[in-house]
């Protein structure tokens, strides 16, 4: 118990020590439009606090299943590398906001889109798929009421994940404030170009 304890500390040290190196390699500052409370800050929580939180709460549930199954242990990688790449992606997408760099809104918009497909087709897809063909395989029996209660698990997740993604996405697509703040073209400083006059003075 004390071992898996300090396991798990160092692995928390070394997931916040790779955060900070992402945050401090990423060159910007705060935009001093950013209030303390809203619905962006909020979504910058989402992407550096909930999806990280969420995707490892996922792991953690998942990676029993695959050791179980030595014939998955594919998936069981997979998934693990998924998970790691997302969850770097979500804090580096969150940190581009916060910092308001160039290019931040439609990186979260292709985040949304590859956590969507992750959530809802890979895992309550795919997974669900090649776990119960592999259960069949076996002869393994699992009684109907089993079945269908992680099925409509499995559809309640895939509501609320499609939701949440499909939400946020509109909110950026239409948001007063994110267009402000993320989509304000930038001032060159070449000099505005005169219009010639086709007339010339005649001394």
């Known amino acids: 118990m004390d ?6 500390i160092i692995v ?8 900070y190196a992402i945050y401090r390699s990423v060159r910007g500052k705060k935009s001093t439009n950013l209030k303390r409370f809203g619905w962006l800050e909020l979504f910058i929580a989402y992407l550096c606090i909930v999806v990280p939180l969420s995707l490892l709460m996922g792991l953690g549930k998942i990676s029993p299943v695959f050791e179980k199954m030595p014939a998955l242990s594919y998936l069981g990688t997979f998934d693990f590398l998924a998970r790691l790449i997302l969850i770097f992606a ?5 940190v581009c906001l916060w910092k308001t760099l160039k290019n931040a809104v439609r990186k979260a918009k292709i985040f949304l889109i590859a956590l969507l497909t992750f959530n809802v087709f890979i895992v309550r897809g795919f997974y669900n798929i090649a ?11 699992i009684p ?18 499609a939701t949440v993604a499909v939400a946020w996405y509109v909110y950026l697509s239409r948001s007063q404030r994110v267009k402000e703040l993320y989509d304000t073209p930038s001032v060159t400083n070449e000099p505005a170009i005169q219009p010639v006059n086709s007339r010339e003075n005649i001394s």
């Open 3 to 8: 071992q898996g304890f300090f396991s798990a």
């Open 12 to 19: 928390l040290l070394l997931v916040f020590a790779m955060f």
């Open 90 to 94: 979500s804090f580096y997408i969150g």
């Open 131 to 141: 776990i119960y063909r592999e259960l069949a395989r076996t002869d393994v029996s």
């Open 144 to 161: 109907a009421s089993v079945v269908v209660d992680a099925f409509t698990r499995d559809i309640i997740g895939a509501l609320v994940s």
